[in-house]
């Protein structure tokens, strides 16, 4: 299995910045790629952006050129790094990890971004 443990939001104002983390832990060998999806109050929940072991990501068009994508596989951490937030980018933001052991989610941290 595989443990996945998010940190990094928070209140913030629009055209500030945020930067998520998430740490894996468990069976991380087995991770094929990491990502980060979002859901807003009412709405399903979406992509956001996703990032391979061997390091392609795949960034959703509504926050392309915001947000960032990255990771540190010696600490089995993923990052989001979002800039110029809008009051849209409101959300609970869960980290995903995809693999040979199945798909996983973590707890979710919330972003609120005021107007």
């Known amino acids: 299995q595989v443990q996945l443990v998010e940190s990094g939001g928070g209140l913030v104002q629009a055209g500030g910045s945020l930067r998520l983390s998430c740490a894996a832990s468990?069976?991380?060998?087995?991770?094929?790629?990491m990502g980060w999806y979002r859901q807003a109050p009412g709405e399903q929940r979406e992509l956001v952006a996703t990032?391979?072991?061997?390091?392609?990501?795949n960034v959703a068009d509504s926050v392309k050129g915001r947000f960032t994508i990255s990771r540190d596989n010696a600490k089995n951490t993923v990052y989001l790094q979002m800039n110029s937030l809008k009051p849209e980018d409101t959300a609970v933001y869960y980290c995903?990890?995809?693999?040979?052991?199945?798909?996983?989610w973590g707890q979710g941290t919330q972003v609120t971004v005021s107007s």
């Open positions: 995903r990890s995809r693999g040979r052991g199945g798909n996983y």
């Open positions: 468990g069976s991380i060998f087995s991770i094929n790629a």
């Open positions: 990032v391979t072991v061997g390091g392609s990501t």
